[in-house]
């Protein structure tokens, strides 16, 4: 059996779906249907009681460029997006992160998509590691993780459960 349920459990005896184009030509017509209530709540096995999302923004110490750039991202992170919770700004690696970072945290859908579309722009030279929070902080740093930018090689070991 392999490791991953199937995505569409829960809709093993819907309606096939039309392969009927829309008028662009090229993408598919869907039929009506109610809105996904992932737009409202984190998916399991995201826990959103603490924070759904972690966002860490790597930068490279020893690039002055880049250092000023995090530094003044950091600021308008800060100024830009109160609600959401941001750290300091490390000048050193911390935890699994193997170079000098900031991290925010996102607590709703529409935090983690309105700021996941913000960064996606304005990042600049750094890159972002995305994860989910879960009950296996090694699993969301290894497989649920997504990257923005260069991905960096993270210590993961300490995050496994022995």
């Known amino acids: 059996m392999p490791p991953w349920k199937s995505p569409l459990e829960g809709y093993e005896n819907a309606e096939p779906l039309p392969t009927t184009l829309n008028p662009d030509g090229k993408s ?11 737009y409202d709540e984190f998916p399991k096995p995201i826990i959103s009681s603490n924070n759904g999302f972690d966002f860490h923004v790597y930068y490279t110490l020893t690039s002055e460029s880049e250092t ?20 300091r ?13 900031f991290e925010v945290n996102t607590f709703t859908p529409h935090q983690t998509g309105a700021f996941f579309s913000w960064l996606t722009v ?32 993270l210590n993961v070991e300490p995050l496994r459960k022995h």
Do not use: Q
Request: charge should be positive; aromatic fraction near 10%.
């Open 28 to 38: 598919l017509c869907n039929p009506p249907a109610a809105k996904s209530i992932a």
């Open 68 to 87: 000023k750039y995090a530094r003044e991202l950091h600021e308008r992170v800060r100024r830009e997006f109160p609600e959401l919770r941001i750290y």
């Open 89 to 101: 700004f490390w000048d050193r690696a911390v935890g699994p992160h193997p170079t000098a970072m």
């Open 122 to 153: 304005n990042r600049g030279p750094c890159s972002v590691l995305v994860h989910p929070n879960t009950d296996d902080a090694y699993r969301d740093h290894t497989e649920l993780m997504s990257w923005m930018g260069r991905p960096w090689p």
